[in-house]
Nanobody
């Protein structure tokens, strides 16, 4: 199994930026893609972005396209989420997830298709 640990969450003012990190631990770590999801109180878990290790391709959710940038570092087994132009609607717990295999592009956006999850990191956007 793999252990995922998010970091970088915190409080930021509207219009500000924040960068989240997710590091994978374990000798057997292997995944096809990594994902970022977020969940606000009373709402379903929402797709944010997905990163494919082999190609570096990134898929973004409609709500964050143009504002967030996901990237990955193979050597460090770490993925990042650069969040810009943050607004209160972005307030949520952000979760890192790993998808072991390629089961089709559609499933990169589905939380239920991911295999391992981090504990989450709180992002609060407020004045």
């Amino acid at each position: 199994q793999v252990q995922l640990e998010e970091s970088g969450g915190g409080l930021v003012q509207p219009g500000g930026s924040l960068r989240l990190s997710c590091a994978a631990f374990g000798r057997t770590f292997s995944s096809y893609a990594m994902g970022w999801f977020r969940q606000a109180p009373g709402k379903e878990r929402e797709f944010v972005a997905s990163f494919i290790w082999s190609s570096g391709r990134v898929i973004y959710g409609d709500s964050v396209t143009g504002r967030f940038i996901m990237s990955g570092d193979n050597a460090k087994k770490t993925v990042y989420l650069q969040m810009n132009s943050l607004e209160p609607v972005d307030t949520a717990v952000y979760y890192c997830a790993a998808k072991k295999y390629n089961t089709g592009s559609y499933y990169f956006t589905r939380a239920e298709a991911y295999d391992d999850w981090g504990q989450g990191t709180q992002v609060t956007v407020s004045s």
